[in-house]
């Protein structure tokens, strides 16, 4: 079973800040983690993931990841945010059903309010 | 920018009706996926598609549920007898391969049902 815990429902911060947007999982074989961002109104939006090697990732607009086998963790930053950064931002763990396919196991998400 | 198509965008029924929504997943990608997404951002895997078969889809889907894509037309997704516990944000994907685990998946924005 593959579980994703997003521990901060809502988190807030000011035009500029850094921010950390914390996700830990739970697995029972080979990790493949992302991050989706949903504006409001809106569908999910892909940002980054990790798969393999460099554990700190790269995404859209600034953000980055970091994995941690050790921690069970896969947090997402950003030096500092815009005010259009306001968003919901869902963790993604990805199930491996063999022939049938894969499906993403989301955390409950986090939303980010970045005050001007 | 994902370019998956999700119409209606907002869809309002009576209890027992038919509600019919569809997705025009992006094009060049086989693995079309529906999910659920209820107003506590909680994500239900729905079905997801290879072309035209279905590799997987959950209880749910198999009773009051069903889906399809066919050959040269949308995608689309349809609640024989809508229940009020079916109003949430109805969401298609797409990606290039259901074999890959770090396949990226691209949403739409999203069918928004209301039953009343």
């Known amino acids: 079973t593959q579980t994703v815990s997003q521990s901060d429902a809502h988190v807030t911060v000011f035009e500029g800040d850094s921010v950390e947007l914390r996700c830990n999982y739970s697995?029972?074989?080979?990790?493949?983690l992302s991050w989706y961002i949903q504006h409001h109104g809106h569908g999910l939006q892909f940002l980054l993931k990790?798969?393999?090697?460099?554990?700190v990732v790269q995404g859209v607009n600034g953000f980055e990841a970091e994995f941690s086998k050790s921690d069970s963790s896969f947090h997402l930053r950003k030096a500092s945010v815009h005010w259009s950064d306001s968003a919901v931002y869902f963790c993604?763990?990805?199930?491996?059903?063999?022939?049938?396919?894969?499906?993403?196991?989301f955390g409950i998400g986090t939303l980010l309010s970045v005050k001007p | 920018n994902s370019k998956v198509i999700q119409t209606p965008r907002y869809l309002v029924k009576g209890q027992g009706q038919k509600a019919k929504m569809r997705c025009i997943p992006e094009k060049g990608h086989p693995v079309v996926f529906w999910y659920q997404q209820n107003k506590n951002n909680e994500f239900k895997f729905l079905i997801n598609f290879q072309n035209q078969e279905v590799l997987q889809q959950i209880d749910m889907t198999e009773k009051r549920f069903s889906a399809e894509c066919p050959s040269n037309s949308p995608c689309s997704l349809e609640i024989q007898s809508s229940e009020a516990g079916d109003s949430a944000l109805y969401l298609c994907?797409?990606?290039?391969?259901?074999?890959?685990?770090?396949?990226?998946?691209?949403f739409g924005s999203g069918t928004r049902l209301t039953v009343l």
């Open positions: 993604a763990v990805t199930a491996n059903y063999g022939s049938s396919g894969n499906k993403l196991i």
């Open positions: 990790y798969y393999s090697g460099n554990p």
């Open positions: 994907a797409s990606s290039l391969s259901r074999g890959a685990s770090a396949e990226t998946l691209y």
């Open positions: 697995y029972g074989g080979s990790i493949y």
